[in-house]
């Protein structure tokens, strides 16, 4: 469980790979964009900040969370050289059960594109209750859960090489 007093976007560039030679997709859904926005701006900065070249990170945007699954799918299939993918979104509840079904739907989606694939597919999904949690966690008092997601995708990144190199 997530503490209420963490900064996300505390790092130690010390322990992270250098993803100079890393390729990285992102998409981004459109919905809640304000959120999404500082999610991918999190996302881009760390990824750069550790190493990362600018023409590497393909961005693509899709409608919604739901479409983050489609949209990760045929990023896979379009680009042969990806070494990870980042699907940010934002899903803040509401007065239906829209919500849960939107959530579990995602979240089945991108757990079945990781265990079906061979390129890791981070999770960064904002399933907040409020739009002012949202808002502390993709720049806010919390950092930005962008941040967290790239750090994860370079360590998923560098796994996958490390596991290629044993395998051979």
């Known amino acids: ?25 992102i998409v981004v ?20 900040d550790c190493g990362a070249i600018k023409e590497n ?14 949209g990760c799918k045929k990023m896979l299939e379009s680009f ?14 509401g007065e239906t059960k829209h919500f849960d079904f939107v959530c579990e739907g995602v979240t ?9 694939g061979d390129i890791p597919v981070i999770f960064c999904v904002l399933t907040d209750n409020t739009m002012q949690q949202s808002i502390d966690r993709s720049g806010g008092k919390h950092g930005n859960k962008g ?6 995708a370079i360590k998923m990144a560098q796994l996958r090489k490390d596991a290629k190199f044993y395998k051979e």
């Open 80 to 93: 042969d050289m990806l070494d990870a993918v980042i699907a940010i979104g934002s899903v803040i509840q």
């Open 108 to 116: 089945q989606g991108i757990k079945d594109l990781n265990i079906q």
């Open 1 to 25: 469980m997530a503490t209420e007093n963490k900064n996300l976007s505390q790092y130690d560039k010390a322990t992270i790979p250098n993803a100079k030679n890393f390729r990285f997709g």
């Open 29 to 48: 859904s459109e919905w809640n964009e304000n959120i999404t926005q500082g999610l991918f701006q999190g996302a881009f900065d760390a990824l750069i």
């Open 57 to 70: 990170i393909v961005r693509w945007n899709v409608p919604g969370s739901f479409e983050l699954i489609y």
């Open 147 to 152: 941040t967290e997601a790239a750090i994860a």
